[in-house]
């Protein structure tokens, strides 16, 4: 076997292990005793006992089912900015489920704020549909496959006898390359989506977004509780954030909560 093959099959090799640890990592556990207890509490109307357990059990790891539960109590409870969090934070690991986007609509109409938002290049929106096809495991999984693709690929390349079924399998092992470096790109992408989230939820009553980050600065708009922000920059006490419509501020750490 050549250097390169070989230094090639360490890379992809690393790649695996590094998604491995992800797998592990991203599955999460949640304490099953507290979330039913959760359910039961829920069931018997007493939201704020199932608030309670929905978030000891939060503590234990997160799944779209405990936090749309979590968004279900918050919302009986009329605390509509904690449902819109919870149902946002569900939506990140299951994107496609109906009843997280109809509640989560449903829970938006709540808030005073109503933003146009500003179009999405079609490029990206056509990125941010492909990824939402699956969560991160999904996609991380057929990046494993790929790379398996890739090995026997490469096992037939060494010990085929004939010219044509090696020129066969180095073509499949490249086109099985690329679709691995795709598959890996979207599995980051989908990881930094559930796990790295950079938008937060207002959840003060209303605050004043600054034009710079102190209290001197001009209001430029005011918020109320519920909004979704996005998150830019950080300074000290103080976020650079940027609404559905464009408009850049600095709002007070303090006031949001990162979804």
Same mark, same amino acid.
């Given at each position: 076997?050549?250097?390169? +093959?070989?230094?090639?099959?360490?890379?992809?090799?690393?790649?695996?292990?590094?998604?491995?640890?992800?797998?592990? +990592?991203?599955?999460?556990?949640?304490?099953?005793?507290?979330?039913?207890? /959760?359910?039961?509490?829920?069931?018997?109307? $007493?939201?704020?006992?199932?608030?309670?357990?929905?978030?000891? &059990?939060?503590?234990?790891?997160?799944?779209?089912?405990?936090?749309?539960?979590? /968004?279900?109590?918050?919302?009986?409870?009329?605390?509509?900015?904690?449902?819109?969090?919870?149902?946002?934070?569900?939506?990140?690991?299951? #994107?496609?489920?109906? $009843?997280?986007?109809?509640?989560?609509?449903?829970?938006?109409?709540? !808030?005073?704020?109503?933003?146009?938002?500003? #179009?999405?290049?079609?490029?990206?929106?056509? +990125?941010?549909?492909? !990824?939402?096809?699956?969560?991160?495991?999904?996609?991380?999984?057929?990046?494993?496959?790929?790379? +398996?693709?890739?090995?026997?690929?490469?096992?037939?390349?060494?010990?085929?006898?004939?010219?044509? !079924?090696?020129?066969?399998?180095?073509?499949?092992?490249?086109?099985?390359?690329?679709? &691995?470096?795709?598959?890996?790109?979207?599995?980051?992408?989908?990881?930094?989506?559930?796990?790295?989230?950079?938008? &937060?939820?207002?959840?003060?009553?209303?605050?004043?977004?600054?034009?710079? #980050?102190?209290?001197? /600065?001009?209001?430029?708009?005011?918020?109320?509780?519920?909004?979704?922000?996005?998150?830019?920059?950080?300074?000290?006490?103080?976020?650079?954030?940027?609404?559905?419509?464009?408009?850049? /501020?600095?709002?007070?750490?303090? !006031?949001?909560?990162?979804?």
């Amino acid at each position: 076997m050549t250097t390169t +093959w070989k230094l090639l099959l360490l890379c992809l090799i690393g790649a695996v292990t590094q998604f491995d640890v992800n797998f592990a +990592w991203a599955e999460g556990t949640t304490s099953l005793e507290l979330f039913q207890k /959760g359910n039961a509490a829920y069931q018997s109307k $007493d939201y704020q006992k199932a608030i309670g357990y929905y978030e000891s &059990a939060s503590k234990e790891g997160s799944s779209s089912s405990l936090e749309f539960n979590l /968004g279900n109590a918050y919302f009986k409870e009329k605390q509509f900015a904690k449902s819109i969090l919870h149902y946002e934070r569900a939506q990140r690991l299951a #994107p496609n489920d109906e $009843d997280i986007q109809f509640n989560l609509r449903v829970a938006s109409v709540k !808030t005073v704020d109503k933003i146009d938002v500003m #179009p999405q290049i079609f490029y990206e929106r056509w +990125w941010i549909t492909f !990824t939402q096809r699956m969560n991160e495991r999904s996609w991380s999984l057929l990046f494993i496959g790929s790379i +398996w693709l890739i090995f026997i690929a490469c096992f037939v390349y060494f010990f085929a006898t004939t010219i044509r !079924t090696r020129k066969i399998a180095l073509g499949f092992s490249f086109v099985s390359l690329l679709v &691995a470096v795709l598959l890996y790109f979207t599995a980051s992408f989908r990881k930094h989506i559930e796990y790295d989230s950079d938008a &937060a939820i207002v959840m003060t009553t209303s605050v004043y977004v600054k034009s710079s #980050p102190d209290e001197k /600065g001009n209001d430029l708009l005011i918020l109320h509780e519920g909004t979704k922000v996005e998150l830019l920059d950080e300074l000290g006490e103080w976020k650079k954030i940027k609404i559905a419509n464009g408009t850049v /501020g600095w709002i007070n750490s303090a !006031t949001i909560e990162k979804i």
